[in-house]
């Protein structure tokens, strides 16, 4: 059976049958998977979460039901609606998405809303609601077919994007695109690139201004209908190509050989290296306005492509599942988008709370005993979020932990009341690829035990406060819905259908309006290249916080690594002295731990590598984030050093 894998946002489609997982021919990945596809089938049954359960008590869909129900009832009567909290992860259709955010914001209003996305994608998503009016990317993954280079910044398709990184490849190879990678480690990526731009860690911003200084100062930058083009051109030009290179690092004539390639069709994509920096938004913001100035914002072969982690994030900003947002890139600051959406749902006004607060503000409520009901759908915090280990702690300060999701997780261990839901292949609905491309996933499965889709949960509990808007009779029930709440906006799905989903269906970019501004950069304040700056990566063989891929042996073999690694480059362990397997202890400002040294060629000098799979690397992040998206900065965390005594 024809589907899509579940795990990053690529979203290749495959085909499922008795032989195992094969690579379809779709419209996002030609033919192509990745090694993490062909374990789903192994791992769908294992450990998963069969019955609800009440104290860790198998107890009946009914008893835990109505025990969530009349939780949130007596939450809302003695603390308010504020008091409820909602945290749902990006993994589940956007029909189940669209559920949640319902029964959260328009039923029960809280503003305590967000979604894991939050942690990978925001500051992407705000550069772009910023610069183009709405969350979406201008290009799609067939412009990597068409583009004279390709330009990465701060991302790792080798590793996190193989079916990618094979096109991009390709690409290179046979037409000769150039591919230009600036990121401050020697990544697989950047080791096949035709150019490396090795700049220092958290520096992008300074980069990209310098190019775009170039571009001005030769007069090749095409600044019309540009909203805000003086302070970004005063901005720029304070950033000179020289004074650019003293500060990231790279020299003067890479910088202005990038501008000089900027003639030809240029693709940008970026990631995490970018969106998870105190200054992820506005970096975004610039890469845009260096696009448009330099014309390669629109056409084929050109745009920019920021790529998303997980495979439905574009369904969470759809579905309005993110702090501030509503469905259909509808925002809570804008009245009449929030009045729309609380008359097309039929409740009373000011049912939608007017004020959120994002998961970067939640662990904070949390510890301040303003939460006393936490809903968390299908994401695994206690290991995902920084400072971890304190969130999780902090989780028994709240009344009620409830916890929705196909496997036993450590978030599922610290819940009072656990509902199984149905996982990938065992309920249908839409999801939505980093290129804009919805695609469907038919029900190839029944859950397993007393499992139920996500959806019906939802709808059950809403149906117990009385709210007969949340009935459902199925998924198709949920896709009119959002077709209606979809109708005349950017989202629209026209006539399309499940069926007509089939083949894939990429959304089209309206091109509008583009804006830009002037950026505050003070380098004292996130610069430090004294201490060590920590950068979380993710593995090519591992998916999150593992809770699917951590199950597959073949993985688990293919990892081949300690869960407490922590890579060094040469020089630092020469200079600490060093060597493979030997224990550090790191010290961030707020949390301290041990780790094994790895020793990795690719590494500068005083930058460190640590995949965030186990949760040890994110125990030791702090809360620091870009101060726009609220997007913690996971790649800018300066610690401190030192070889431990093994006893
Ligand atoms: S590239 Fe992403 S979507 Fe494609 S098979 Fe690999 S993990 Fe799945």
Redesign the pocket.
């Known amino acids: 059976m024809k589907t899509i894998?579940p795990?990053?946002g690529?979203?290749?489609g495959?085909d499922v049958s008795e032989n195992g997982v094969r690579g379809a021919d779709y419209i996002t990945?030609r033919k192509s998977?990745?090694i993490?596809?062909s374990i789903l089938p192994e791992i769908r049954e294992l450990e998963r979460l069969t019955s609800p359960m009440i104290n860790f008590e198998n107890v009946e869909w009914r008893k835990a039901t109505n025990q969530v129900a009349d939780k949130i009832k007596s939450t809302i009567r003695k603390y308010g609606k504020n008091a409820v909290g909602f945290y749902i992860g990006a993994q589940i259709p956007t029909e189940d998405q669209y559920v949640a955010t319902k029964l959260g914001k328009g039923i029960i209003g809280t503003g305590v809303f967000d979604s894991n996305v939050r942690l990978c994608m925001s500051s992407a998503a705000s550069a772009l609601k910023f610069s183009l009016g709405t969350p979406l990317p201008t290009a799609d993954y067939d412009d990597i077919d068409e583009a004279e280079n390709i330009l990465l910044i701060g991302v790792n398709p080798a590793s996190n994007?193989?079916?990618l990184w094979n096109r991009i490849l390709k690409r290179k190879n046979r037409e000769k695109a150039k591919v230009v990678v600036v990121d401050p480690v020697i990544t697989d990526t950047a080791e096949s690139a035709d150019i490396h731009v090795h700049i220092r860690p958290g520096t992008d911003l300074i980069l990209i201004s310098g190019i775009a200084s170039a571009l001005i100062e030769h007069g090749d930058a095409d600044l019309s209908e540009l909203e805000g083009k003086e302070e970004f051109v005063n901005f720029a030009k304070r950033w000179y190509p020289s004074k650019a290179s003293m500060i990231t690092g790279v020299p003067e004539e890479t910088i202005r050989d990038l501008a000089n390639l900027l003639e030809n069709r240029t693709l940008f994509m970026w990631g995490m290296g970018v969106n998870q920096t105190i200054n992820g938004t506005d970096t975004g913001i610039a890469i845009i306005t260096l696009a448009k100035i330099s014309g390669n914002l629109y056409g084929n072969g050109r745009g920019i492509l920021p790529l998303t982690g997980q495979?439905n994030s574009m369904g969470a900003r759809e579905a309005g599942a993110l702090a501030g947002m509503l469905p259909g890139f509808r925002y809570v600051d804008n009245e009449r988008d929030v009045e729309f959406v609380e008359d097309f749902w039929g409740v009373p006004r000011y049912t939608v709370s007017r004020k959120y607060w994002t998961i970067t503000d939640l662990h904070k409520l949390v510890e301040d005993r303003k939460i006393k009901l936490l809903w968390i759908i299908g994401t695994n915090p206690v290991v995902s979020v920084p400072e971890s280990r304190r969130f999780k702690d902090a989780l028994s300060y709240i009344d009620t932990v409830i916890v929705q999701d196909v496997h036993m997780t450590e978030t599922a261990a610290e819940a009072d009341v656990i509902l199984p839901a149905a996982g990938w292949g065992e309920r249908d609905g839409i999801c939505t690829s980093g290129d804009k491309t919805v695609s469907y996933l038919p029900t190839m499965n029944s859950p397993p035990g007393e499992a139920k889709p996500d959806w019906l949960i939802l709808s059950e509990v809403g149906l117990l406060l009385g709210a007969e808007n949340m009935e459902f009779s199925s998924t198709s029930d949920i896709f009119q819905e959002m077709k209606e709440i979809f109708r005349n906006t950017m989202l629209d799905l026209k006539d399309l259908n499940y069926s007509s989903l089939g083949g894939g269906y990429r959304r089209e970019f309206i091109p509008g309006k583009v804006r830009t501004k002037g950026f505050n950069v003070d380098l004292l304040e996130y610069l430090d290249y004294n201490s060590f700056n920590l950068i979380t990566i993710r593995l090519s063989t591992q998916w999150n916080t593992t809770t699917k891929t951590g199950k597959s042996w073949k993985l688990n073999m293919l990892t081949n690594l300690p869960k407490d690694v922590v890579m060094i480059s040469l020089e630092d362990a020469k200079e600490f002295k060093l060597e493979d397997g030997d224990l550090v202890k790191i010290r961030s400002r707020e949390n301290c731990l041990l780790a094994r040294v790895k020793v990795s060629k690719g590494l500068q000098r005083r930058v460190l590598y640590m995949p965030f799979h186990w949760g040890l690397a994110n125990a030791l992040m702090d809360w620091k984030a870009d101060p726009i998206s609220k997007e913690p900065a996971f790649k800018q965390l300066y610690i401190t050093l030192h070889k431990a005594d093994e006893n």
């Open positions: 894998c795990f990053c690529v979203g290749c495959i990945n998977m990745c993490k596809a994007f193989p079916v495979h």
